[in-house]
């Protein structure tokens, strides 16, 4: 007695359901797998990247350390070019001053300035218009100041005066 109307079939092991069930499943999987090895993949990267960024700062330190030490001593160049300027204006001015001491009847063959002291060669009408002119300014200037004097044939005086500060104190050396 047969009351179906359709004749008996073997059922099979998997369904469509359960089919779907599978394959959902082994997708799962994949994309489980699939982000995993992404994630392994981006922190590998960030690990190197992080590396990388030590291995900058490292360098960077290194070279600020460098540039500390050189504004350093560009510091220093800078205040020794600056007392270098000082020293060339206060010359500059020694010797406009120096000059403008020195009267139209005097002539000077030679001027040799040092630290400490100052050399003057030249020519002269008369000894008085030296001393008067000349010798008076030099020793309010300076602690020591010799001159001798050489007549010539024509009548005038050639002069050596040598005129030296003891103590430089207040100077720019």
Known sequence: MIYSLKNAEQKPILNKF???CFYFLIFIIFVIIFFAVFIKIKQELAYSDAQQAKENSDTMIELIGKNRNEIILNKE?????SDIQASNINLKKSIKN???LVPDSIVLNEVLM?????LIKGITPTKEIYNNLLQTPLQSIFETSKTNF??????WYNFVSINTIENSEGFNE
């Open 98 to 100: 120096l000059f403008d």
């Open 114 to 118: 040092e630290q400490k002291s100052l």
């Open 150 to 155: 050489i007549q010539l044939n024509s009548g």
């Open 77 to 81: 160049y800078i205040a020794l070019v």
């Open 18 to 20: 359960n089919k779907l």
